[in-house]
């Protein structure tokens, strides 16, 4: 049987642009894809806190230390510059392995710099360890 868990999170981080002409999907900070373990082209889903939209599309690299979270597209139509968003990714798993597994979870301040989890929740702490 497999199961399809959180592989990885970035949490409320702020969207910096949105390029409606762009071909599509989400750029993002390179430290930021590595810190939440993402892959570029991997599918994510967004949830954008400020008006409930949720939707998919996949990550390419933005440069390094710059913050960027960029949605391209149509998901340009979804957000724009100032909403706050979660960005998931999920992977499928055998009973086994999801006993194990632990997803990255990365919480972002106001400028989608990654922060050290104070007084999160037992299960954000626990994914951070």
Do not use: W
Not at 21 to 29: A, F, P, V
Not at 92 to 101: L, P
């Amino acid at each position: 049987m497999q199961v399809t868990l959180m592989k990885g999170k970035i949490h409320r981080a702020r969207v910096t642009e949105a390029d409606l002409h762009y071909e599509g999907s989400i750029s993002i900070d390179r430290n930021l894809i590595e810190a939440a373990g993402f892959l570029i082209n991997e599918r994510v889903d967004i949830y954008n806190i400020d008006t409930g939209a949720r939707f998919s599309t996949y990550v390419i690299e933005a440069q390094a230390g710059s913050g960027t979270i960029g949605l391209n597209g149509a998901a340009a139509r979804l957000a724009m510059a100032g909403d706050k968003v979660i960005i998931v990714a999920y992977a499928g798993f055998d009973a086994e392995e999801a006993r194990r597994f632990r997803p990255r979870v990365v919480i972002v301040d106001e400028n989608n710099r990654r922060v050290e989890p104070a007084g999160v929740s037992p299960a954000v702490a626990l994914a951070e360890a």
